[in-house]
């Protein structure tokens, strides 16, 4: 079946404009993660949704970001006033529950210029 | 919180030699310890799990043993080919999170 979606695959922007991007889990998969991957370091954990509410959002770096699953499928992470520092490939995971093993998206590479 | 050490951070083989990335963890409660292949540009995916209750666990040419009590865990590839060159994470979960804690990464190169 198909896996984990995301898009945009890359993203450019300019320092202080806002950006969205966008996760499809696996179908009927419930739990649904964040990571943010900077290069050369392993993925570190943003934001876990089981359903449609936000259960862990403690990886969040400021408020500048904010993730949404309204519906319980369909993700997607929002970072107002980006900054240089955001650069990095975000990656979305998603599993059958939440102590199940997590099924990795091919990432969106977002670039503030 | 959990604490994940990897190592090394780069690994360079000749084909066909066998090729060891060892990590380390600091919560004893964590039983759940999966490996993630990522190649360039693409996703990390997952190529073998392992939980607390074993020892051992074997995949054709990739195994990863456990050791409880000194708290760290190895992936072991035999036969390496050109085609294993990638980055390889470790990761770390309790039991009752949802979170692994992840490495920083070993890039493997297999030399044809």
Do not use: M
Request: glycine residues 10%.
């Amino acid at each position: 079946g198909a896996g984990v979606s995301q898009t945009p695959s890359n993203k450019v922007t300019e320092k202080g404009k806002y950006v969205e991007l966008r996760c499809d889990p696996i179908s009927g998969h419930t739990a649904l993660y964040w990571y943010r991957q900077s290069l050369g370091q392993g993925p570190e954990f943003l934001i876990y949704f089981q359903g449609t509410g936000a259960a862990d959002d403690s990886g969040l770096p400021n408020d500048r970001f904010f993730a949404v699953r309204p519906e319980g499928s369909v993700s997607t992470l929002k970072i107002q006033r980006t900054e240089r520092g955001d650069s990095a490939v975000y990656l979305c995971a998603s599993s059958l529950g939440a102590e199940e093993t997590q099924y990795f998206g091919p990432g969106t590479r977002l670039l503030v210029l | 919180g959990e604490n994940v050490e990897q190592h090394p951070s780069t690994l360079s083989v000749q084909e066909g030699d066998s090729a060891v990335i060892k990590c380390t963890y600091s919560d004893s409660a964590s039983n759940y310890f999966p490996w993630y292949k990522q190649e360039l540009g693409k996703r990390p995916q997952l190529i073998i799990d392992i939980r607390s209750n074993v020892g051992e666990k074997k995949d054709q040419r990739i195994a990863v043993t456990l050791n409880k009590t000194a708290k760290h865990f190895s992936l072991h590839i035999t036969e390496t080919q050109p085609e294993d060159s990638a980055v390889y994470f470790c990761a770390a979960k309790t039991g009752g999170s949802y979170i692994p804690t992840f490495g920083r990464g070993t890039s493997l190169i297999v030399h044809p």
